[in-house]
């Protein structure tokens, strides 16, 4: 069964930080693509980070949206089938809803990250950023 379950989310002044909870049921954590991506009101869905659960390089293969890098990091915890994103040094450009996806299984993650490779999707959590 699929299931991804967002959390951490919230309100915070610009320059602050949060880290937002991918939880992923073990039939969709295992071997598989899983990603951040974010949407703003009246702007298109945008992928903002993506790591593969079995990449074992260091990271090598680890994408970030360019406007994140720096600021963002993504990281899995595979025991707990739970991907995180550590966002610092927030902008309110940040502001959005952010939502986990996972890709179909068995497949590297794309070099760049599109909505149409994620199959699945969680429910969403809202970041907020004020200046």
């Known amino acids: 069964q699929v299931q991804l379950v967002e959390s951490g989310g919230g309100s915070v002044q610009a320059g602050g930080s949060l880290r937002l909870s991918c939880a992923a049921s073990?039939?969709?954590?295992?071997?598989?693509?899983l990603g951040w991506f974010r949407q703003a009101p009246g702007k298109e869905r945008e992928g903002v980070a993506t790591?593969?659960?079995?990449?074992?390089?260091?990271?090598?293969?680890?994408y970030y949206a360019d406007s994140v890098k720096g600021r963002f990091t993504i990281s899995r915890d595979n025991d707990k089938n739970t991907v995180y994103l550590q966002m610092n040094s927030l902008k309110p450009e940040d502001t959005a809803m952010y939502y986990c996806?996972?890709?179909?299984?068995?497949?590297?993650?794309?070099?760049?990250?599109?909505?149409?490779?994620?199959?699945?999707w969680g429910q969403g959590t809202q970041v907020t950023v004020s200046s």
């Open positions: 996806a996972a890709g179909p299984g068995g497949r590297w993650c794309p070099r760049y990250p599109t909505s149409s490779f994620f199959g699945y």
């Open positions: 073990r039939y969709t954590y295992s071997s598989n693509c």
């Open positions: 790591i593969y659960t079995d990449d074992y390089t260091d990271g090598g293969r680890i």
